[in-house]
């Protein structure tokens, strides 16, 4: 048992980064962290034991995220009103491009929620398409669309904010 | 020649186009600049989520998160929580540690005392698995079933770097010397009933009563830990 806490521990940054591709800012994601673990922690007895760890604990992410969006549009206008850059800039790494990774999160934010699971889990995760479409119980062919439609609009909103 | 698809030049960059595909997609790529554009940017917009994404890995995790995973419980050591010094970092946290896993190992093992410690260092040797564990893991990033797993980082009293890690066969401590990791310390695990303590590395008593030792200032934080790799591990202040 104790096992399962230790590999959870260990996969913490990873849950951290998906959620943070989810969601406006590291508040919010810390928030879906939460959210997630507490659930897992309850459904330990109903993860079958040869299930990937990650993918299952994904899953159970993705739906908290899911619910979240569904349930609660009054928090979600709450965490909308104080977007703009405050998420990231305390927490993103410096890099050499910040104006660039800022833009590709606000492209993210502005996707479609079906396109915008299905890049985290492809893009920031580095699942498989088919790894992706299992977790999401859809077909392949689906996920290639979604990832297909959520590039074209991310490379469109990075070129219009380049101009 | 029909245009390759952003959907075909997508699903090479994501390593997803059949071997047939991929092969007609690269003989094509040699001379066809339009091509080699959509590649080109394609990997530009992987690479944005990972400049994106990537440094949330290296953050330190609020204590909210790990407090949910880490129950008191005697036989099992918070292990992973020393790997990135919290904020307001002290050492009682690291006394307080020290002695939950002594504890731990008395409950689960036996009492591992430091005259065995002593006496048995000299049998250990950093592999090249443990060295190269040594030059490029991160505490922060590691996978919980890495066969070396990485505690503290921190500068030591020349301005040496020093890393806490756990084998199979226990605990140790390593500082830098020239482009190498020496052994300080090491401190064996108990044999065989020992899996539950083997990664208790950087608690053991022994090796954190070193620590103490020679630290200088505190502990690297994730960013300074990833800067001191990065850097090849120089030593500071000389």
Avoid at chain 1, 47 to 52: L, Y
Avoid at chain 1, 126 to 146: K, N, V
Avoid at chain 2, 90 to 105: F, G, N
Avoid at chain 2, 195 to 221: H, N, Y
């Amino acid at each position: 048992v104790e096992k399962f806490e230790r590999e959870l521990l260990g996969l913490l940054p990873r849950l951290r980064r998906f959620a943070r591709s989810l969601t406006r800012n590291a508040a919010q994601a810390d928030d879906l962290c939460q959210m997630a673990l507490e659930k897992a922690l309850m459904r330990r007895s109903q993860r079958r034991e040869e299930a990937r760890l990650d993918a299952w604990m994904f899953m159970i992410m993705r739906n908290c995220w899911i619910d979240e969006r569904r349930k609660n549009t009054r928090e979600l206008a709450r965490f909308d009103a104080g977007v703009s850059a405050d998420g990231l800039s305390d927490t993103a790494a410096p890099t050499n491009d910040p104006l660039g990774t800022l833009h590709l999160h606000q492209a993210m934010n502005a996707l479609p929620d079906e396109q915008r699971e299905a890049a985290a889990l492809v893009w920031v995760e580095g699942f498989s398409y088919q790894e992706a479409a299992d977790r999401l119980e859809i077909p392949i062919g689906t996920i290639t669309s979604r990832l297909s439609r959520a590039r074209g609009r991310l490379i469109k909103n990075l070129d219009g904010e380049n101009d | 020649m029909a245009k390759m698809t952003d959907e075909k030049v997508m699903a090479y960059v994501d390593g997803e186009l059949t071997p047939e595909d991929r092969s007609a997609l690269e003989r094509r790529l040699a001379s066809d600049r339009q091509l080699q554009c959509a590649v080109a940017n394609e990997r530009l917009l992987r690479s944005k989520f990972a400049e994106t994404y990537d440094p949330t890995l290296a953050e330190e995790v609020p204590q909210r998160l790990l407090q949910l995973l880490e129950r008191p419980n005697p036989q099992v050591l918070p292990f992973r929580r020393p790997r990135i010094a919290p904020a307001g970092w002290r050492w009682q946290h690291l006394t307080a540690m020290a002695a939950s896993l002594a504890l731990a190992l008395f409950l689960g093992n036996g009492l591992l005392s430091n005259d065995r410690a002593a006496e048995d260092q000299a049998g250990f040797r950093i592999t090249k698995e443990t060295a190269e564990a040594l030059n490029v893991q991160l505490a922060s990033t590691q996978s919980a079933n890495a066969p070396v797993q990485i505690g503290v980082s921190f500068i030591g009293p020349e301005g040496q770097p020093c890393r806490t890690f756990g084998v199979s066969e226990g605990a140790g401590l390593a500082c830098r010397s020239g482009n190498e990791w020496k052994l300080e310390l090491f401190a064996p695990g108990t044999g065989s009933s020992g899996t539950e303590f083997q990664r208790a590395e950087s608690g053991s008593t022994a090796v954190m009563s070193k620590v103490q030792e020679l630290i200088a200032g505190e502990p690297m934080d994730g960013r300074q830990e990833r800067q001191a790799r990065d850097a090849g591990w120089p030593a500071t202040g000389n």
